[in-house]
């Protein structure tokens, strides 16, 4: 059996002339598959002409199986391209798979959308999609016995049970040599991805996370983790994003983690991960073990300087360490990226205003400020559309993080957008701000990058279209 497995093309991140982050997920899912012929398709590295580069894979390859992994913003692209396919190979099988699929799956499956997918994969993929991969090459075709499966019977789509949490110890390594596209950058370096943990325990309510694996946290094995570096390290890789939910719900184990990067020699790559701020300024020697393993950058989500946000958000322990985790980090010249979320329901002018003085005040690198996005299924969502703060609540696409879906009690969206791109505008581009930040400093031949990406800011911002993807069809 032959099966392709495609990443859509959308892609929000505001480095988007700096990097371009590959899709971990999909190539997980091809390392566990058994027995059959396997390719992997991140349409994040081809953003143009997608329809007639897709048609074309699917003649040469002729997969009988094609499975799709999106997120929310993701999902319309997901559509497309599993159309693009039936029509390329009316017998070709679809799958459904990702975050939006795992959360949303009984409104597609009751959707006219049912009809473009053979079948939903929730939660984890791995030992879901190879046990459907079998039970399609075995002709039993005995799709109900199949945890995690949805799967769409003369028109008709009936869903599984869930299938229980994984056994990280028993996932195989990623396979990204099957990957028919390769070149993934970061400041021109050669890039990847890897993980070390699944899953978060904290309770922010605009997050989706825990609706795909509840508030679980789950560890690989080191080793397994230290062989994927070292493969990466082999294959010529200079920058690896980990792409864990929380990095530091364990303290102690990563500190172990970070030693035996330096023990085994792969603490010469370029590391960059997400963290807590409690994570971080939980143990003043952590930072330190970082840089030692190789971290230069390290993205920690702020949220607010506003108490009365962060309580709002479900955030804690983040406003009485915010300073202290930055600055340790900092103390080790690592870079610091703080995300922060405007657009809360009791936010004003002044409030927007505040989470710009408040990010440049504590000194971050560079501050990543997004607008509370109401995505399906969370908390907040809930709670919002029962306020009548959610203006958008049907076009996921806009749902990006940048650009604004909701209003607040005393500004509009668009008053909403107008503050951000204003105060943003005075933040990038104050002289003292781009100065110091250690992202430009070290990496001085990609400055012009950064630059591009701050003027990026200031014309989608306007257009309405805060990094919005670059893709076309």
């Not at 099988?93 to 473009?116: C, N, P």
């Not at 505040?354 to 990010?359: G, H, I, K, L, P």
């Not at 990609?446 to 200031?458: C, E, G, Q, T």
Request: proline share 4%.
């Amino acid at each position: 059996m032959k099966v392709l497995l495609i990443a859509m093309p959308d892609a929000t991140s505001c480095f988007d002339h700096i990097m371009e982050v590959p899709n971990l997920g999909i190539c997980s899912i091809a390392g566990n598959l058994e027995g059959c012929d396997v390719k992997v398709l991140d349409l994040v590295l081809h953003k143009k002409k997608i329809t007639a580069f897709i048609e074309k894979v699917m003649d040469d390859f002729d997969p009988n199986l094609v499975g799709l992994s999106a997120m929310s913003f993701q999902y319309d692209s997901a559509r497309r391209v599993a159309g693009i396919c039936k029509r390329v190979k009316s017998e070709v099988l679809t799958v459904l798979g990702g975050y939006h699929a795992s959360l949303m799956y009984r409104e597609i499956g009751d959707s006219e959308d049912g009809r473009l997918f053979d079948f939903i994969v929730r939660g984890e993929g791995e030992i879901t999609f190879n046990r459907l991969v079998q039970e399609l090459a075995s002709e039993k075709k005995n799709f109900a016995s199949i945890p995690g499966l949805s799967f769409r019977q003369n028109g008709v789509f009936y869903h599984n049970p869930p299938a229980p949490l994984l056994d990280l110890e028993q996932i195989k390594l990623p396979n990204r040599d099957c990957r028919i596209l390769q070149d993934f950058e970061f400041m021109k370096k050669k890039f990847d991805c890897a993980e070390t943990s699944r899953g978060c325990t904290l309770p922010c309510n605009f997050c989706s996370i825990t609706k795909m694996y509840g508030r679980s946290f789950r560890l690989y094995p080191i080793e397994r983790i230290i062989q994927d570096l070292k493969n990466l390290q082999a294959q010529g890789v200079k920058g690896v994003f980990f792409v864990d939910d929380n990095i530091t719900l364990n303290v102690k184990r990563l500190k172990e983690l970070c030693k035996a990067m330096v023990r085994e020699k792969v603490n010469d790559l370029y590391y960059i991960t997400q963290a807590s701020v409690p994570g971080i300024a939980a143990d003043p020697e952590l930072a330190g073990w970082l840089r030692q393993a190789g971290f230069r950058l390290v993205f920690m989500g702020i949220e607010s300087g506003i108490e009365r946000n962060l309580k709002e958000m479900h955030k804690r322990g983040v406003l009485q360490n915010t300073r202290k985790a930055v600055s340790l980090l900092q103390e080790q010249d690592i870079c610091v990226l703080g995300g922060f979320i405007i657009g809360n329901p009791q936010d004003d002018r002044e409030d927007i205003k505040s989470t710009y003085d408040y990010a440049y005040d504590i000194g971050v690198d560079h501050a990543i400020v997004q607008c509370m996005t109401p995505y399906p299924k969370t908390e907040v969502r809930e709670k919002l559309l029962a306020q009548g703060y959610i203006t958008n609540p049907d076009d996921l696409t806009r749902y990006t993080g940048f650009i604004c879906n909701v209003r607040t009690q005393f500004l509009t969206t668009e008053e909403l957008k107008k503050w951000m791109i204003l105060y943003g505008i005075r933040l990038y581009f104050n002289p003292r701000y781009i100065l110091r930040n250690r992202l430009w400093w070290h990496h001085k031949s990609n400055a012009h990058r950064m630059l591009i990406n701050n003027i990026k800011f200031v014309v989608d911002g306007l257009r309405g279209k805060l990094f919005y993807s670059r893709h076309s069809w």
